[in-house]
């Protein structure tokens, strides 16, 4: 089939080459004409593991394009809409404005029998006001709302053996004509086994946003429970696996830590939030007020027992970060814990230096501030204290023996609950966890 793919950023460009690689004849449309020049030459704006290889094949084949000209999209039988909805700037609602844009500036393109898909994260509603813009533009034309799954880091699997589609059509029917279109789209994943839902609208925009719901809320638990677990001298590792062997609660995403970042939970939650208010449901959605509240005290507790640590003062002590990304295997910055606890940490006066195999750059752009280094053994020379808030696997094996010959202190604050504490304080560091005894 011929796709567009309209709004090239995490999404976009994963989707387009992901497309392509089913065999769709794709292109990929952005506005931002430097984002267009790097992905015509194979080359990832971020990083995402497999993502610049897979570019490649599917651009040496010629299935995949890349332009910011939006009349590209005449002549597709699919069009994505794949654009970022970023929280409002001192509000708690979407920016409903790049879906918007994006949306009127394909309707001139739409033809006889098309459908237009919409995959970006918005507020419930969203859908049908859409539908109907579609629908006087071109009466044949069709919208579907297709939330996306995808996990950093993983987004190329994740887009090629998804673990389940959502389909959102008007009438919730799997009569409806834009179901067999899509199924055409993925008929390779659907073939394999993927299972798929077919809705309403708003059931399918309610899915992403109870789904980052549900998993902001079983983290901000577990470190509930840390901090409970610290009152009581328990470990709150030992807790999450005691408890998580209970099937109805399962262990993933049971890891007490810094909290949670990125540019999803946090803002889709608040997003969540302020649409319910609009629909006079805010009662429902309250108890996502201090769901939001634990994870950002997180932050503020990693500062204080960073203080503790470094003997009660933070004034002039060398701390190093371990970890600029809200998570491995990635680049992304936005709302990530690390970075913000490193600036609180450097306003209270640590000379703090911050090591990331692949944000620095990111970091850079939004904390201009702070001390940068990437190569590991400069950023660790000298430290006072060393605080693994992003677990990067070069990170989880450290060697605490070796490592201990580099610094000034063997203190660590190990921000993820990932090393082994009893090797650790072997090797005569004092370990401090978050949670555990």
């Known amino acids: 089939m011929r796709i567009s793919v309209i709004g090239c950023g995490y999404l976009g460009a994963v989707h387009a080459a992901c497309m392509a690689k089913l065999g769709h004849e794709v292109v990929g449309i952005d506005v931002d004409e430097r984002k267009i020049a790097d992905l015509s030459s194979s080359k990832a704006p971020f990083y995402e593991p497999g993502l610049e290889e897979l570019l490649r094949e599917v651009q040496d084949s010629s299935r995949l394009t890349f332009t910011t000209d939006m009349a590209a999209a005449a002549g597709s039988d699919v069009h994505f809409i794949c654009v970022g909805t970023p929280q409002k700037k001192g509000e708690n609602g979407a920016d409903m404005s790049y879906v918007d844009a994006s949306l009127f500036a394909l309707l001139p393109y739409l033809q006889e029998g098309n459908v237009v898909v919409g995959k970006s994260t918005v507020p419930v509603g969203t859908a049908e006001r859409l539908a ?15 939330p996306e799954f995808l996990r950093e880091g993983h987004a190329v699997s994740d887009t090629l053996q998804p673990d389940r589609f959502v389909y959102g059509v008007p009438d919730g029917s799997e009569d409806h004509p834009a179901v067999g279109r899509l199924d055409e789209v993925y008929s390779a994943p659907i073939t394999a086994g ?7 609208h708003a059931t399918a925009e309610l899915v992403k946003a109870a789904a980052n719901s549900f998993l902001a ?49 946090p803002k889709d939650i608040r997003a969540f939030m302020a649409r319910a208010g609009e629909l006079g449901a805010d009662q429902a959605l309250t108890f996502l007020r ?7 005290r997180r932050r503020t507790r990693v500062v204080e027992l960073t203080r503790e640590i470094c003997g009660g003062s933070l004034l002039g002590q060398r701390i190093t970060v371990l970890g600029a990304a809200f998570k491995p295997e990635s680049d992304d910055v936005r709302d990530s814990p690390a970075l913000s606890i490193a600036a609180q940490l450097q306003l209270q006066g640590a000379v703090v230096t911050v090591t990331d195999p692949k944000a620095l750059s990111n970091a850079a752009r939004r904390f201009p501030e702070l001390q940068y ?24 094996n450290l060697d605490p023996y070796d490592l201990g010959s580099r610094v000034s202190s ?9 090393l082994d504490p009893a090797k650790w304080r072997a090797a005569g560091w004092h370990y401090r966890g978050l949670g555990r005894p």
Not at 194 to 200: A, G, I, K, M, N
Not at 234 to 257: E, P
């Open 410 to 418: 063997l203190r660590i604050l190990d921000g993820r609950n990932v």
């Open 194 to 200: 993927t299972p798929r839902l077919v809705t309403d």
């Open 217 to 265: 809320t079983k983290i901000s638990f577990i470190n509930a429970m840390a901090e409970v677990c610290e009152a009581t001298g328990a470990d709150v590792s030992r807790l999450a696996d005691a408890i998580g062997l209970d099937d109805r609660i399962g262990r993933k995403f049971l890891n007490a830590g810094i909290g949670f970042g990125g540019g999803c939970l």
């Open 290 to 296: 201090e769901v939001d509240a634990i994870n950002m």
């Open 373 to 396: 280094e990437p190569d590991f053994a400069s950023a660790v020379q000298a430290s006072d204290a060393l605080l693994l808030l992003t677990e990067w696997a070069e990170y989880r």
């Open 132 to 146: 109907g813009l579609v629908s006087e533009q071109e009466p044949s034309a069709h919208l579907v709302w297709n």
